[in-house]
């Protein structure tokens, strides 16, 4: 099995919108800006995790995405699962492995019983002993824009005959 960009990508994700779910539903644009990774990209991450649970996401302005789970209940593993392909579809692979795959097999069963082992809420807590800043309010616009300057009214002729008239008053 390999940790593919997917996977890793999946999981930084995960660790932003856990560490900022706090404050209401996170903007996958804003996490698009501090991970550095495509929106469109990220789109195709979360709806795979909306999927099978992971996150739950939410509609309409200040809208965003939550954990669908306790962040305690989330591990590497099942981020690793809900982004990539399962083994069985993974078929030019069993093509090259020949006669040890049972080897790959067992290798790929091993790493998904570590990456089980680790929670996210393990992971948010790495992050925070490490000094991670993370905004405590949410940065949302106004619902009303604030009214237009009111135009500045002149006295002085608009027009050459306005200015004409002004000499013969």
């Known amino acids: 099995m390999r940790v593919s960009t997917k996977s890793r990508f999946a999981v930084n994700a995960m660790i932003d919108l856990a560490l900022r779910q706090s404050a209401g539903p996170v903007a996958l644009a804003s996490i698009s800006q501090r991970q550095k990774i495509s929106l469109s990209y990220l789109e195709q991450l979360?709806?795979?995790?909306?999927?099978v649970g992971?996150?739950?996401?939410?509609?309409?302005?200040?809208?965003?995405?939550?954990?669908?789970?306790?962040?305690?209940?989330?591990?590497?593993?099942?981020?690793?699962?809900a982004v990539d392909e399962p083994m069985e579809d993974q078929r030019e692979d069993e093509r090259s492995m020949g006669m040890s795959r049972s080897l790959w097999q067992g290798l790929h069963a091993t790493m998904l019983d570590q990456m089980a082992g680790i929670s996210l809420q393990s992971l948010v807590r790495e992050q925070q002993d490490a000094g991670v800043q993370v905004e405590t309010t949410p940065r949302r616009r106004p619902l009303m824009s604030p009214p237009p300057p009111k135009a500045v009214r002149s006295l002085a002729p608009n027009s050459v005959f306005a200015f004409g008239r002004s000499f013969a008053a």
């Open 46 to 51: 979360f709806s795979h995790m909306r999927r």
């Open 54 to 81: 992971l996150v739950e996401s939410t509609r309409g302005p200040g809208g965003g995405y939550t954990l669908g789970r306790d962040v305690a209940d989330i591990t590497v593993a099942d981020i690793v699962m």
